[in-house]
């Protein structure tokens, strides 16, 4: 809980209550966006307390996007590194070398696809847990050891347009939830067109779903056909949908998600130990400590500064 919900433990801890915790959430929210003090938009929250329903929601981040989605983020990043950006140039290997007496510190031998092998004072693994630790054995077995215990699970994504009279319900939130007792291929489905604007043309929505396949092995094994049929069933079940969608895209990921299981934040403790003996070593990444888009920004903010506190010493 502490890994995958920390502002849920934070409220527990600091109000002793959740219920607590959310509101008081939710009135600094409030006090911010409306520029007033948090007194007074507590005294104004209690004033109309029988007339506002509070949802946990309300006190959680809002969510984020780009106007012409998450795909500007990489061009930008592209823009910005120009000709020291390497594409089709996966790594094939990565050494230490502790050889090099020229050096107060450790180097490491980088030898990618269709690049000649080079060295470099510092190394930033932005990758999945099991990628970064495939990179490291030879040189870091312990640390690719703890890196190899974060388990991944895959993920099915289907994204569905219809025509807006297609679908009976509302569409007037952020999409819902499925418990597993439900005994559903679909976890969740999000209504994009709901939450961002723009992202479907007039008089239509676009819905996305995903589907856990780690509790579903003949799904996750299924065609993308079957895939999108099944999950968009279940929708128009929910939602009161008729007909076939305008058009849907299917994308499968065998190691999606990785996994905060019971022992995660010790096992990202231990990963931070292991470090230390890896001087210009650094890793970034959903596994560590948050997966959402602000966590992972977090991440490579975090590794970055602490990059150039490496650098300057």
């Not at 396949?213 to 996750?220: K, N």
């Not at 948050?290 to 602490?306: E, H, L, V, Y």
Request: glycine content about 6%; proline content about 5%.
């Amino acid at each position: 809980m502490l890994s995958a919900f920390p502002a849920l433990v934070e409220w527990e801890r600091s109000t002793g209550s959740l219920v607590r915790g959310a509101i008081r959430a939710y009135k600094s929210k409030k006090a911010k966006k409306d520029g007033t003090s948090a007194a007074s938009a507590a005294r104004k929250a209690s004033q109309t307390e029988a007339n506002e329903k509070l949802r946990v929601t309300d006190s959680l981040p809002t969510l984020g996007s780009f106007k012409n989605g998450m795909g500007t983020l990489i061009d930008r990043l592209a823009k910005e590194l120009k000709d020291e950006l390497r594409l089709e140039s996966p790594v094939e290997s990565l050494l230490i070398d502790r050889e090099d007496t020229l050096r107060d510190h450790s180097a490491w031998k980088v030898r990618a696809r269709g690049l000649e092998e080079f060295c470099t004072d510092a190394v930033v693994l932005a990758l999945p847990a099991y990628a970064a630790a495939t990179l490291l054995q030879p040189s870091a077995p312990q640390l690719s050891s703890l890196l190899s215990a974060i388990e991944h699970a895959p993920m099915n994504v289907v994204a569905s347009a219809y025509h807006r009279n297609q679908v009976r319900h509302p569409l007037d939130g952020f999409g819902f939830m499925v418990p597993r007792k439900e005994g559903l291929h679909t976890v969740c489905t999000i209504w994009n067109s709901s939450v961002f604007p723009g992202r479907a043309p007039e008089g239509s929505v676009l819905m996305t779903s995903f589907s856990a396949g780690e509790s579903h092995d003949d799904l996750m094994n299924a065609s993308e056909r079957v895939l999108a049929q099944t999950v968009e069933a279940e929708n128009a079940k929910i939602l009161g949908i008729t007909g076939t969608p305008i058009d849907h895209a299917v994308w499968k990921y065998p190691r999606a998600l990785p996994q905060y299981t019971i022992g995660h934040a010790q096992r990202v403790q231990a990963i931070a130990a292991a470090l230390h003996e890896f001087p210009g070593l650094y890793l970034a990444g959903n596994y560590l400590n948050g997966r959402s888009i602000g966590d992972c920004a977090a991440s490579g903010f975090q590794a970055a500064d602490t990059l150039h506190s490496h650098m300057r010493t």
